[in-house]
């Protein structure tokens, strides 16, 4: 089947931000007298606030709490954290060369909008005109439900679930695209362990974007762009 778009995770495949997203949930739930160790909710991370919280908090403390927790889990993250953020070297080269190879390209994010927009301005691509995005408001469920991809392949008319790959680099982006009926290339450089992004579904595992760039002709998403 030939490919013709390609969706990109941001969080931990393109940025390198996971840390710093699972410390500053860390820190909300400390606010509110919960100490989760670091190593617990990193494990986590890859996941929108809505599958993270029920993890750790019982329904009447998420009905209860849910909402201004993951409201302070923004402030914090944005405050403290996001000027920390960096890109992964040739990130925005591999989004760019995915483009020269005549396949149409998105970001598939559960970042919050204002988010996005900030992790695109850090990567260098705010100026490029990507075929889509999507953020968090775009769907009901984040990863691992499908409705991220699902939302963002809406917005590339022509494209199949078949015709398409995700780039991602957690066990729930691989889910969440398997869920949608998408292949998925695994992301070794946000800290998932190979064999995690294996059994989720993914068809391929390269360390980080330059690693792909660098082998993209031989990948599923060169020479003739075809995945069996």
Do not use: N
């Not at 190593?39 to 849910?66: H, S, W």
């Not at 301005?121 to 691992?144: C, N």
């Not at 991809?149 to 015709?163: C, N, S, Y």
Request: with cysteine; net charge negative; proline share 6%.
């Amino acid at each position: 089947m030939r490919i013709k778009a390609v969706l990109f995770d941001v969080d931990g495949t393109l940025v390198d931000s996971v840390d710093l997203h699972a410390q500053a949930w860390v820190d909300a739930f400390a606010e509110i007298g919960q100490a989760i160790p670091f190593a617990t909710m990193r494990a986590q991370i890859g996941k929108g606030g809505d599958q993270l919280m029920p993890v750790f908090l019982p329904p009447a403390a998420l009905q209860e709490k849910g909402k201004a927790l993951e409201t302070r889990r923004g402030e914090i993250f944005r405050e403290g954290y996001l000027p920390r953020v960096r890109a992964f070297p040739e990130a925005a080269a591999l989004v760019r060369r995915v483009a020269a190879a005549g396949l149409r390209s998105a970001l598939a994010s559960s970042a919050k909008e204002e988010e996005l927009a900030a992790l695109k301005r850090i990567l260098g691509l705010e100026d490029d005109r990507l075929d889509a995005e999507t953020s968090s408001s775009d769907a009901e469920h984040s990863k691992p439900f499908p409705d991220i991809f699902e939302a963002a392949l809406a917005r590339l008319p022509g494209v199949t679930p078949a015709e398409t790959i995700v780039i991602g680099d957690t066990p729930y982006d691989a889910e969440a695209a398997g869920r949608a009926g998408i292949r998925a290339i695994g992301m070794l450089c946000g800290g998932f362990p190979e064999a995690d992004l294996r059994a989720a579904g993914c068809i391929a595992i390269y360390r980080d974007p330059a690693h792909l760039l660098a082998e993209f002709d031989a990948s599923p998403l060169g020479g003739a762009a075809q995945v069996q």
